[in-house]
């Protein structure tokens, strides 16, 4: 796959306000069961790839700040959002921000039995991963966000 772009964005402290999380959560629900009816999984996560797009996503949802907060509220969103869509529609987010960053090999797990495709090697990727951001990437930061979103298929 191409590299689709670069996105710089600043460290920002704190949380969303809740009552605007819940409502993130309702139009990512909506925005998402229309991407997959219209143009299928493998669209959705060629989107969620791209910086720019995602970006505008997060936008969209009513989160402008343009900072690294749009990463971890917005993937926070779609996971909630996904919850109980995710495997009627085909797409699954696993781990998230601090502790949950943690559990994502046993989501990814716990999504297994939706798979038409072996956990083993989104897994594998998700360890790989997790291994280049803290050996790699940190640029002085500690990591602490891990998201995996991927569909029945294994992308």
Known sequence: MPRTGFADL????????RWL?????ALAREIITVLVDEFGTAEVLRRLSDPYWFQAFGCVLG????????TTVVCG???????EAGQERGLFVAGGKGRAS??????IAAAAAHL?????????????AAKVDNYALQ????IYHHVMVFNREGR
């Open 10 to 17: 600043p460290l920002h402290t704190g949380r969303a306000p």
């Open 21 to 25: 999380f819940v409502r993130m959560t």
């Open 63 to 70: 989160y402008d700040w343009h900072s690294s907060g749009l």
């Open 77 to 83: 969103a779609l996971k909630e959002a996904l919850k």
């Open 102 to 107: 943690r559990r994502t090999i046993e989501e």
């Open 116 to 128: 038409r495709s072996d956990p083993e090697t989104m897994i594998r990727a998700s360890r790989m």
């Open 139 to 142: 640029d002085g930061y500690r």
